[in-house]
């Protein structure tokens, strides 16, 4: 079906301005966070009410129309990338929150509000939602739960479906569905931890009602100084051995260490090779008792250095390098390419020194940040788009990394998703048969994959295509690493 | 002593595909009450057992589905770990596998989170008597639709579980209780909630003949500064009362062969109030031991803001979860063809037609 027709059957139940097909307005939909892949869908629309989301769908299963719904189009993953014959179901009109129970603690929400602004809307009541991924002012709670989104405090508090409750979601047969409720158990399979992090495969999720959580009466930040990143990585383990769960607990090394400094000046050690920022949250008497652990912890680690936060503003000001390690990489790099990779926590010495090795090889710079809590690893990889064949090394790189984190017992995606950026990694990490099962569990939910087609999880050929490119006789890659 | 079954397993499942014979999943059998009544050949997996993986400092353990969980409380022990959910309804002869199955957690739940908030990767036997592993042993994993989640409660009608990673926490440093004199039910579960909302240290509630305890768990300055703030009579013996709790060893449960569960948004009031029932999560998780007792609840289930589970007793031949929505019941005969397409794995045991 050409453009013009498709967008003729959508005015009949949309409003013209929900439907965009002019060539011009279409380019701001091309791409989504994760700029390197661009393509125009058909046509975009933009419904307002759950009715209109149902008429979108039917739709488009009625003339077999792909469909990619898209919140604030802030992957990373390329999880919204548009497909050429298909539409993009813009759900950033449905922007309400609808309903805020003090009592039980919870909100329910469209998907199309902001992450940020749920917090904002119970601020008054002492609560918050607690997962915070670092795009938390522009991201949507839609595409979180699609994503599964994570930040820098899920060791203690968890990811998005450790504090979604309830979801509606319309089927592709246009039918709405609640999936859990507001209670902590549910009859049935576990659909709701099916529905989070499904990337957009399973159905359109229309409404979110999300746990609140009370808000810490204090929080504390120190910052450890390390002459290595080993000696980092084994201070965290010594800081949780000793059964403590700081609120969250990053690491930079020096390149990121460097690139924060002189982008948003936080007194940043510049000859470090590693930083801790340890953030504890509890009661005052609580913090104030596991300040000083942590501190002996650093210092018999071998930290250089502690310093404790000493008011709101140093700990904002603590935090600000590292919530700004990418723009800070953005700005002395022309390109950045951001890895999501999660290895067990332990193997951060050897997969750091094997990623610098990796980073001479290619001649390409790498800078690391670490959600080193719960092991998620963010290499920087550092290129320039306009020197022909750098985007391609750039991704060559990026993938030996994932292989490295397959490789180590991890896996290639934390929290950023796999999209249209990770399929080959994913023909590693899962054999034939538990892929074969993805597309099983999909085609239970939409026989005639209409649904973000050609993301997750990759086809049998892509497969064959990739381990062409990239296995060699069964070698083992990285032989000169440990077995963990 | 090899305790690697797998093998075994698969060849067993493969037999039961080829038969067209149902299999019954079995590990320490201690919850055949639960869910409808078990059908088919058994498949013992109690032998497959052991730790795989444990490393106290990444918070993760790996064990075979058939490893006492009694076993693997005490290792994590020695290690000043613990399971997160207080795994629920458990004797010595209880099996990781079949506490993952069942998906039925402890008094923690509330704070802490239930049994599929700590589960982090599995390794299966699927209808097609494929061993398949999904997730992994790291905190953060988006990698693939979330099947070990989904295995949480599935009562082995989508796998027969082999292995399984869990996060696991440390034990808190200091743990008390405190009790209250909370004559009406709705008083506790206002109190309970409006204590939920405030920024403190908060590991159960339970509500029980007249009485409503709290437990505290944290550093000890922590938890000493919030009963403060509280109030309420140090209970010194209460370890045993919320082992007993989220075993049924009290005397509520212990005097009937019939309890029903009510699952329901933590702050709902109750409109009449039974004379027998205990409450807990908060307000969350209501048992009750009389049919009529949970009538009050009916408009609430049928408009899906609570779930009422037939727990234990009565007619397991019948429903004994509540009803699902035509949609949803489709999805999940689809999920169930999906995974098994021949039923073979513990088929009926959920609902009848899974």
Not at chain 2, 74 to 101: D, R, W
Request: glycine share 8%.
């Amino acid at each position: 079906m050409d453009r013009h027709e498709l967008s003729r059957l959508f005015k009949d139940f949309l409003p013209g301005e929900a439907v965009i097909d002019h060539p011009v307005s279409l380019k701001a939909y091309e791409c989504d966070g994760l700029s390197a892949y661009k393509q125009q869908p058909l046509l975009v629309v933009l419904p307002q009410t759950i009715t209109q989301v149902q008429a979108c769908v039917s739709l488009c299963s009625e003339y077999q129309i792909p469909i990619v719904s898209r919140g604030a189009g802030t992957s990373l993953s390329g999880g919204a990338l548009p497909h050429a014959q298909g539409i993009v179901l813009s759900l950033a009109k449905m922007n309400r929150i609808l309903d805020i129970d003090e009592y039980n603690r919870t909100a329910t929400v469209e998907p199309g509000v902001r992450n940020l602004a749920i917090s904002q809307a119970v601020e008054h009541l002492g609560l918050y939602y607690a997962p915070d991924p670092s795009s938390q002012i522009a991201c949507s709670i839609g595409g979180n739960v699609a994503e599964n989104a994570g930040g820098v405090h899920c060791l203690k508090y968890g990811l998005t479906v450790h504090n979604i409750l309830e979801l509606k979601v319309v089927t592709i047969d246009g039918e709405l569905i609640t999936i859990g409720s507001k209670a902590l158990a549910n009859p049935g399979y576990d659909l709701l931890a099916l529905m989070v992090g499904s990337e957009g495969m399973l159905g359109i999720i229309v409404e979110v009602t999300v746990k609140l959580l009370p808000q810490p009466e204090t929080a504390k930040v120190l910052m450890g100084v390390f002459d290595s990143v080993e000696q980092a990585g084994d201070a965290v383990a010594a800081i949780i051995a000793d059964g403590i769960i700081p609120a969250g607990i990053e690491m930079m090394d020096n390149p990121a260490i460097r690139a924060a400094e002189d982008f948003v000046h936080a007194n940043y050690p510049v000859d470090a090779q590693a930083i801790l920022l340890c953030e504890l949250d509890g009661t005052e008497q609580e913090v104030s008792v596991l300040c000083q652990r942590v501190k002996s912890i650093l210092n018999q680690r071998g930290a250089n250095e502690t310093r404790l936060a000493k008011n709101e503003a140093e700990r904002a000001l603590f935090w600000s390098g590292r919530k700004a390690a990418f723009p800070a990489v953005g700005r002395i790099s022309p390109d950045y390419y951001c890895i999501d990779g999660t290895i067990p926590r332990k193997t951060l010495g050897p997969v750091l020194n094997e990623i610098n090795r990796l980073s001479e090889q290619y001649q390409l710079r790498v800078a690391n940040v670490f959600h080193a809590g719960d092991g998620n690893l963010h290499p920087l990889i550092l290129y320039d788009s306009s020197i022909p064949g750098q985007l391609e090394q750039t991704e060559e790189l990026g993938s030996k990394i994932l292989q490295l984190c397959i490789e180590v017992g991890g896996t290639v995606t934390g929290e950023h998703g796999v999209g249209v950026e990770k399929l080959g990694e994913m023909c590693i990490q899962f054999n034939e048969e538990e892929r074969n099962q993805f597309h099983r569990l999909r085609e239970a939910f939409d026989p005639d994959k209409l649904l973000n087609p050609g993301k997750a999880i990759p086809t049998l050929a892509r497969c064959a295509e990739h381990n062409a490119m990239h296995v060699h006789k069964g070698e083992v890659p990285f032989p000169e690493l440990d077995r963990f | 002593m090899d305790n690697n079954a797998e093998r075994s397993l698969v060849e067993q499942v493969l037999k039961s595909i080829s038969d067209k014979r149902a299999i019954n999943i079995v590990g320490g059998d201690s919850k055949s009450f639960y869910g409808r009544t078990p059908c088919g050949n058994v498949l013992d997996v109690s032998k497959h057992a052991g730790v795989v993986n444990y490393e106290p400092s990444e918070l993760v353990i790996t064990a075979r589905a058939g490893t006492h969980i009694n076993e693997i409380e005490k290792l994590l022990a020695e290690n000043q770990q613990m399971l997160g959910f207080e795994p629920a309804f458990c004797n010595q002869y209880s099996t990781l596998g079949g506490v993952i199955a069942a998906g039925l957690s402890g008094p923690r739940t509330a704070s802490s989170g239930a049994v599929r908030d700590f589960i982090l990767g599995v390794k299966i036997i699927n209808g097609y008597g494929q061993v398949l592993r999904f997730g992994g042993q790291v905190m953060k994993n988006v990698a693939g639709f979330d099947h070990s989640r989904l295995m949480v409660g599935s009562l082995g009608t989508l796998g027969v579980l082999l292995e399984v990673s869990m996060r696991v926490m440390p034990i808190p440093e200091t743990e008390m209780t405190v009790s209250f004199e909370h004559e009406d039910a709705n008083n506790a579960i206002e109190f309970f909630n409006k204590l939920a909302a405030k920024p403190w240290p908060l590991s159960a509630s339970a509500w029980l003949q007249g009485q409503s305890k709290i437990r505290l768990s944290g550093t000890e300055n922590g938890v000493v500064e919030t009963i403060k703030n509280i109030g309420g009579e140090q209970d010194d013996n209460a370890d045993q009362f919320w082992i007993d709790l989220k075993n049924h060893d009290l005397q509520q449960f212990k005097q009937t062969d019939f309890i029903q569960r009510v699952s329901m948004p933590s702050a709902a009031e109750l409109s009449t109030n039974p004379a027998e029932q205990v409450i807990e999560w908060n307000g969350g998780q209501r048992w009750y031991f009389d049919q009529d007792d949970v009538k009050q609840f009916q408009s609430q289930v049928e408009l899906g803001n609570a779930s009422l589970t037939q727990f234990r007793g009565g007619d397991r031949n019948a429903e004994v979860f509540s009803k699902l929505d035509p949609v949803s019941m489709r999805l999940h005969q689809n999920i169930k063809n999906a995974f098994d397409p021949d039923r073979i794995l513990n088929p009926g045991r959920m609902y009848k037609d899974l």
